[in-house]
């Protein structure tokens, strides 16, 4: 099982952090003015197809930077992109080039 750390900054104070998912994940939130950085730990087993990851990845991004409970529709954006941030890191952090092919075929359709 690998883990790697990855920090995310100028996330939008709004968003609050949720840890769950992957087995040995870790999250934390530190607020400097109107933003938040995201730290988050994920595992991941090396041996498992890139596909399986890489949804792991992405679920795990949503989950963390997703506000529970109501909130504007405007919000909604800005959890997309933090999920979206945090997956990019994610993929360049792995720097596996399967991994990075399906990230790849996931954002570009």
Do not use: W
Request: proline share 4%.
């Amino acid at each position: 099982m690998k883990t790697f750390k990855l920090n995310l900054y100028a996330v939008p104070l709004a968003l609050l952090v949720m840890a769950g998912g992957l087995a040995n994940q870790t999250a934390a939130a530190e607020t400097t003015g109107h933003y938040k950085t995201i730290v988050a730990h994920f595992s991941y087993n090396a041996a498992e197809p890139a596909e399986r990851i890489y949804a792991d990845l992405k679920r795990t991004a949503e989950r963390l930077c997703a506000d529970q409970g109501p909130r504007p529709i405007s919000l909604r954006s800005y959890e997309r992109q933090c999920a979206s941030d945090l997956v990019q890191a994610a993929v360049d952090a792995i720097a596996r080039v399967d991994i990075a092919a399906v990230h790849a075929r996931v954002v570009n359709g």
